[in-house]
C-alpha cells in the first residue's frame, strides 16, 4: 500500500489549459501539503492544510488552487497554465503535533508546451 | 529559518560508512534537526531528526554537536541504493516549511 500517492504520475498539457492533480493519503494524518521542485531541484513549500483547512499558502499565483474534500485527499488545480509551472509536484502528509516527519508521495511531473 | 551549509557531493565506497556533514550555526533552541534524502527521481523520504541527543535508527546515526551548530548523518553500511541527495533541515517538524536547500549529493560506488 503506498502511503500517499499522486495522479497522475506525469502530465503534458498545453499554455492555457487547466489541470488537476490528485493526492491522497492512507497514513491517517491530518496536515497535507503541496510542494513544488523546480528545474534547479528546490523544493519549496506552496501549501499545506490541517483537517481540511488552509494554513499555509506561500506566495502562489491565484492560478493555483488547492482542494481538500476531506482530511486524506488534498488536490492541485492549477488555471490557465505557464510554461514556468513546469515543474514536479510533490504531495506531502504528516501527522498531528510538532516534530513529526512527513511523508511524500512519488511526485508528478508537470510539463506545459 | 536557520541557515544550513552541506558539502556538495561525497562519495562513498559500498559497504563503507558515509559520513555526511551540516553546519546550522543558526539553529533556534526548539529546532530540531532533520535528515531527508531524494533518491532520484522519487519524493523525499524522512531519515531521522534529533535535538541535542545522538539518535539511531534503522536507516542512520544522528551525531549532533554539544553546542547543536553542526550535526553529521552517518549511514553505517552504505549501498549502492544509498544513492541520492541529502538534507539537513532545522525546524519543528511535519512538513511545515520543511527548507530543503541544496544537499549534499552522496555517491556510492562499487
Known amino acids: 500500500d503506498t502511503a500517499v500517492s499522486q495522479t497522475p504520475k506525469y502530465l503534458v498539457t498545453q499554455m492555457g489549459n487547466d489541470k488537476s492533480i490528485k493526492c491522497e493519503q492512507n497514513l491517517g494524518h491530518d496536515t497535507m501539503y503541496w510542494y513544488k521542485q523546480d528545474s534547479k531541484k528546490f523544493l519549496k513549500i506552496m501549501f499545506s492544510?490541517?483537517?481540511?483547512?488552509?494554513?499555509i499558502n506561500e506566495t502562489v499565483p491565484n492560478r493555483f488552487s488547492p482542494k481538500s474534500p476531506d482530511k486524506a485527499h488534498l488536490n492541485l488545480h492549477i488555471n490557465s497554465l505557464e510554461l514556468g509551472d513546469s515543474a514536479v509536484y510533490f504531495c506531502a502528509s504528516s501527522p498531528r503535533g510538532q516534530y513529526t516527519e512527513a511523508f511524500f508521495g512519488q511526485g508528478t511531473r508537470l510539463t506545459v508546451v | 529559518d536557520a541557515k544550513t551549509t552541506q558539502p556538495t557531493s561525497m562519495d562513498c565506497a559500498e559497504g563503507r560508512a558515509a559520513n555526511l556533514p551540516c553546519n546550522h550555526s543558526t539553529i533556534s533552541g526548539n529546532e530540531y534537526v532533520y535528515w531527508y534524502r531524494q533518491i532520484h527521481s522519487q519524493g523525499p523520504q524522512y531519515i531521522i531528526h534529533?535535538?541535542?541527543n545522538n539518535e539511531t535508527n534503522e536507516m542512520a546515526s544522528l551525531i549532533i554537536t554539544e553546542d547543536r551548530k553542526s550535526s553529521t548523518l552517518i549511514l553505517p553500511h552504505a549501498t549502492l541504493r544509498d544513492t541520492a541527495v541529502y538534507y539537513c533541515i532545522p525546524g519543528t517538524g511535519g512538513g511545515n516549511k520543511l527548507t530543503f536547500g541544496t544537499g549534499t549529493q552522496l555517491k556510492v560506488e562499487l
Open positions: 492544510y490541517n483537517n481540511k483547512e488552509l494554513i
Open positions: 534529533g535535538l541535542k
